[in-house]
């Protein structure tokens, strides 16, 4: 019988700050699972209750203020989770609940941790199944995956032949997630997570980009030199009336759109390719 390990996240203890920390202090001890940076502001998660930890870092660290704590279920926090989770050639499991019987599957390890990206969002959906199109479409051999959080888009690319692939977020621990997630994958020979803006990763050459991220990061992205250095792209994350921008940006490039995903009249996703 196979052996698969327990769900490390069942009760969640969050301390939501004022200010900073810096993400490498070893102050936070076994218990601790992240910190979650948003502007000016740091969400601490624990696995047990933490107060006493939160009053030494405060001690350490003058120029924090505790605003809030929280306590909740892993599953509060992240939503429904049914894995192993089925889309198009995948299938997403845990390792908590990994198996081997997925008959011809290709199966995708993710540990999500507390970063959203769980493979349960339309746009995850959508793009993966863009993915499938532009790798039967092209010879696709590198990537950038823009706003990686989990990973999880890149380990997909990685699983369907992409050698090389540049995997970037703006938040420490969505880079910290994703890295580990490679590394459940083995594909950290093929995957290299970094920690910037996307903006400062759009110029670099590659095959294709991936790009489920924020509007307003996106609009500035259709408009870089180094969106038209890429083969093939695959963008996400985006409202109705976004994506209409978006659309119309893209027809004043030198790129075709090949298809185009809606969900519920809500989140579209583009797959096109350059001239």
């Not at 499991?93 to 995708?108: A, E, L, M, Q, R």
């Not at 083995?186 to 509007?215: F, K, T």
């Amino acid at each position: 019988m196979e052996m698969v390990a327990d769900n490390p996240y069942k009760d969640l203890y969050i301390y939501y700050l004022e200010g900073r920390i810096n993400p490498g202090h070893g102050i936070f001890g076994a218990e601790f699972i992240g910190n979650w940076e948003e502007d000016n502001f740091s969400f601490l998660f624990f696995k047990t209750p933490s107060r006493d930890k939160i009053e030494e870092i405060l001690l350490t660290h003058p120029g924090l203020r505790l605003i809030d704590n929280y306590q909740m279920t892993y599953d509060e926090w992240q939503g429904e989770m049914p894995f192993p989770l089925n889309i198009g050639r995948f299938v997403i499991t845990t390792p908590w609940k990994d198996s081997d019987n997925f008959d011809k599957s290709i199966k995708i390890i993710l540990d999500p941790g507390v970063v959203f990206g769980t493979g349960t969002h339309p746009t995850t959906h959508d793009c993966m199944e863009a993915l499938e199109l532009a790798f039967s479409n092209e010879n696709i051999e590198s990537a950038v995956d823009l706003g990686t959080g989990t990973g999880v888009l890149a380990i997909a690319a990685a699983y369907l032949g992409a050698k090389k692939i540049l995997a970037a977020d703006i938040n420490y621990l969505a880079v910290n997630t994703a890295k580990r997630n490679f590394f459940l994958n083995g594909m950290q020979d093929r995957i290299l997570p970094v920690r910037g803006l996307a903006q400062d990763y759009i110029e670099l050459q590659a095959d294709l980009l991936i790009a489920n991220i924020h509007h307003d990061i996106m609009k500035v992205l259709v408009r870089s030199e180094g969106f038209l250095n890429k083969k093939c792209f695959v963008l996400s994350g985006l409202l109705k009336s976004e994506a209409k921008e978006i659309d119309f940006q893209l027809s004043k490039l030198p790129v075709k759109t090949i298809q185009k995903w809606e969900c519920n009249g809500i989140w579209h996703t583009f797959f096109g390719k350059t001239l």
